[in-house]
């Protein structure tokens, strides 16, 4: 992916808070997302330090012109696919201009900081869903996280058998894909009790996973498998993902199948997306598989530049405890496959991808022990001691969990993803009528 003027660490913003130590949406960030204000329609908008430029008081004020108008009033509405379906460098053309509108020493400053209501303070907006999602599949593309909770069902070979020749998924549920901020109800199941009897209830083992996901830009006609280069050329842009998990009911019922009911209770994203482009300085060499890919998995482009080094993270804070607490520290360099590996398996066989479908990396364990990214996987060295002498094995009603995610590299300027937040309601009574 080539670097242009947009990511140059020289570039500074006239929206102060853009340019502050540690803000995860510099001038060189530029994610996009849906927001509404009290009494107005939910719109496209792009983070700016603690700001969101709002794309329909830019088009109003003729901010824009040629592609990246057309990326403008594509992303003006309610849900970014429209944008989505552009493909990447129709983004790019509006990336472009928006850097050029927001930078400090730009010759485009006074016409942007003229435009009547382009910036609105993030805080007096609601982040919503940035895309409808038609379609989710979670993969599970560490090895680590395969790894480490395969050795407690089969010592002598953890991996499941298809692991090292393709990543491995499952059709989830799109209809519970939900915003950060959106509490989680703890579902109710079926699964073994401690005492061995099979009921139904609320979760006993409620677990997050840590994930990063993509957005597919332009999808693929039913029938038609993508190439590498394909596939690499519609990974449209990227947020994190909380992959909810009631592992007692996952335990009880994934066999044949895989997991159901264990799964579709919700999946929390981060409202902002982060583009390709702006992840280009990040971008890291895949992780070197044995045995190698097989032929239509591999590509020298992957090889080279098919990961991702980001640092991601989940945090905990409980009723008593409100300061969080850190549970995982990991990185997405670990994964045994990339996302252009991962959909072009998916379309493989002809399956059909639409803009806007939602594909997980699943959970995003490294080999450090810091780096298991779900409960499952830290329990099996016993629960969490919070710093307040509270213990967790798995999650109480009112806990919060909280993810962040930040890519740094030497010479350039860091980017984040915003928050993927949400708290632990407790479960639903049974209807009574
Ligand atoms: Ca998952």
Redesign the pocket.
Known sequence: MALDATHDPARRSWVDSANAAGCDFPIQNLPFGVFRREGEEPRGGVAIGEMILDLRAGLAAGLFEGAAREAAEAASGPALNPLMALGRGVARALRARLSELLWADGAERRRAQAAAGLLVPMREAELLLPARVGNFT???ASIDHSGRLGAVARPESPLPPAFRYLPVAYN?RATTVVVSGAPVRRPLGIARREDKSVGFGPCAALDY?L?FGVFVGPGNAMGEPLSMRQARERLWGYCL?N?W?ARDIQRFEMAPLG?FLA?SLA?SISPWVVTADALAPFACPARAIEPPPLPHLDSAENRESGGFDIALEAWLATPSLREPHRLTATNFRHMYWSFAQMLTHHASNGCKLETGDLL????TSGPEDHARA?LAEINLTGPVTLPNGETRSYLEDGDEVIFRGRAEREGFVPIGFGECRARVLPAASWPQE
């Open positions: 979670d993969f599970m989830s996973e994930e993902v992959d998990s997991p799964k999946t997980a990396s699943g959970t779900c």
